[in-house]
């Protein structure tokens, strides 16, 4: 089946800890992004990546680290400088179409991520 | 910000009726999407309307633009329990392939 992939869906942090979330697709896109969701903020986005060893900081990227050493690949760490990592994580990706214009997002199935 | 920003941020309606929704942004936009997420999952897309489009259909839902007003609304009609979720709206802008979501309209479709 294509799609995209996260894991774990659940996630316990002890504070000082760094920990990586993985996504993971096979729908062959260029494009992967991901969010933080907290409760009533809506999606805030931390990294996004076009193209395999490239990606862009986001709006909230203070605190977490991104590679892109695969096209269908794009881990999330979460470092111990995250002041705030209790959320919703989610990855996206999508394919760049032609003029560089976007087609829809597919979402993975989120991360919940606690720290303890 | 860039994100959009939807109205009403909660809204609960009777089995059968319409619900719109409406989300407002910022700057020119290449695109609009409209996506749903059920609590705890992942979103979903639902339609994308481009900046040169006015209003587009799929099946009980009905999306429009306006780019004077920067804003889009979304109406589904003959609302089902199964609709209950939150919806957000997500703009694509002319400078750089970045999605930027809104903060979302709870939906509750009571039966």
């Known amino acids: 089946d294509g799609g995209i992939t996260q894991s774990p869906k659940y996630l316990f942090r002890k504070e000082g800890q760094n920990v990586t979330l993985s996504c993971e697709q096979n729908?062959?896109?260029?494009?992967m992004y991901w969010y933080r969701q907290d409760p009533g903020q809506g999606l805030r986005l931390i990294y996004y990546?076009?193209?395999?060893?490239?990606?862009q900081k986001g709006d909230i990227a203070e605190g977490y680290s991104v590679s892109r050493e695969k096209k269908e690949s794009f881990p999330l760490t979460v470092t111990s400088a995250q002041k705030n990592p209790t959320a919703f994580y989610l990855c996206?990706?999508?394919?760049?179409?032609?003029?560089?214009?976007?087609?829809?997002?597919?979402f993975g199935q989120g991360t919940r991520l606690t720290v303890v | 910000s860039q994100q959009g920003e939807e109205d009403p941020q909660a809204l609960s309606i009777q089995e059968g009726e319409n619900a719109t929704m409406n989300c407002s942004y910022k700057?020119?936009?290449?695109?609009l999407q409209w996506y749903r997420q059920n609590s705890g999952r992942g979103l979903v897309h639902l339609i994308l309307?481009?900046?040169?489009?006015r209003e587009k259909h799929s099946g009980r839902l009905r999306v429009t633009l306006d780019t004077s007003k920067k804003s889009s609304s979304l109406l589904i009609t003959a609302s089902r329990a199964a609709d209950t979720a939150s919806y957000f709206c997500?703009?694509?802008?002319?400078?750089?392939?970045?999605?930027?979501f809104g903060t979302g309209t709870s939906l509750t479709v009571i039966p």
């Open positions: 729908l062959n896109h260029d494009a």
């Open positions: 997500a703009t694509e802008f002319f400078t750089g392939n970045q999605f930027y």
């Open positions: 700057t020119s936009i290449n695109n």
């Open positions: 996206a990706s999508s394919y760049i179409g032609g003029r560089r214009m976007n087609t829809e997002a597919f």
């Open positions: 990546s076009q193209i395999v060893n490239d990606f």
């Open positions: 309307i481009r900046s040169n489009e």
